[in-house]
């Protein structure tokens, strides 16, 4: 009997942290989803692109990556702020974006910034990118400036986006297919399920938040208010304690109210 209540409470102790884990990581992607939306909203949409629209992209190229869709969206969130990518490249530029950090073994974002930087401005973000390692031709550069100069930066940025693809394409989904790359998508694909019923519990605890922060909130006040009364009350608590648990009840109570 007691080894099946022992089991029982490893089973719910189990549970309360998997849930718990699942609230934080839903919480780690609504703020990852707010950002993505403030960015559009600041930008004007300059992209071209909703939220959703770059939502769903992330969630594509997560399925054949090793990168989760929130850091795929953090990437992407980090390339809508360069207004001059537009919606005809983004799908193309976050594939590059995913090769490149592979490829550098850095993270999406960090790519993304030395992506963005270059594509917004083509002619001059050769230079930037050449400082990487990426060589371009002495053709590609009279091609690029071109573009550039007669207001065609798409096509300026697709110039960029193909050399990228020659020396980096494919990386990424090589990377997705070792058998390290396989453990990762499903330690993603995992976090995907947490996220999802992570959401499910958020607006409860929202509510349960929004009715107890007004109470703990009196408290304070009550607290400032009467500093004395709470140290009186405080130091009855201890003497009860000590009487009744001695001081491991006392520093319950006190590390409680800490």
């Known amino acids: 009997a007691d080894s099946i209540k022992t089991a029982i409470g490893g089973i719910g102790i189990a549970t309360a942290t998997w849930l ?14 707010a950002d993505l939306a403030q960015t559009i909203k600041s930008t004007g949409g300059a992209a071209g692109l909703t939220a959703k629209q770059v939502s769903n992209m992330a969630d594509k190229f997560s399925a054949s990556t090793t990168y989760s869709a929130a850091m795929i969206k953090s990437g992407q969130n980090m390339l809508l702020t360069f207004t001059n990518i537009g919606s005809k490249v983004f799908p193309q530029t976050t594939q590059a974006m995913l090769d490149m950090a592979t490829k ?3 993270d999406p974002t960090q790519a993304a910034m030395t992506l963005g930087k270059a594509l917004n401005d083509p002619a ?27 207001g065609n930066i ?12 020659r020396e980096f394409g494919g990386q990424a989904t090589a990377a997705a297919n070792t058998y390290e790359g396989s453990q990762q998508r499903l330690r993603n694909q995992l976090t995907a399920v947490q996220a999802t019923i992570g959401n499910q519990l958020l607006p409860a605890l929202l509510k349960i938040v929004s009715t107890v922060a007004p109470v703990i909130q009196q ?40």
């Open 104 to 106: 550098m073994k850095t």
């Open 154 to 165: 798409a096509g300026a940025q697709k110039v960029i986006l193909a050399e990228l693809n």
């Open 124 to 150: 001059n973000g050769l230079t930037k990118l050449t400082r990487v390692g990426v060589t371009f031709t002495a053709q590609q550069k009279a091609q690029v400036k071109q573009m550039q100069a007669t």
């Open 219 to 258: 408290v304070i006040v009550f607290a400032q208010q009467n500093p004395k009364l709470v140290t009186g009350i405080l130091g009855v608590i201890a003497v009860l304690g000590t009487l009744v648990g001695g001081m491991s009840a006392v520093n319950t109570v006190l590390g409680l109210f800490n």
């Open 20 to 33: 718990g884990k699942s609230i934080s990581v839903a919480g780690a992607a609504e703020k990852t989803n």
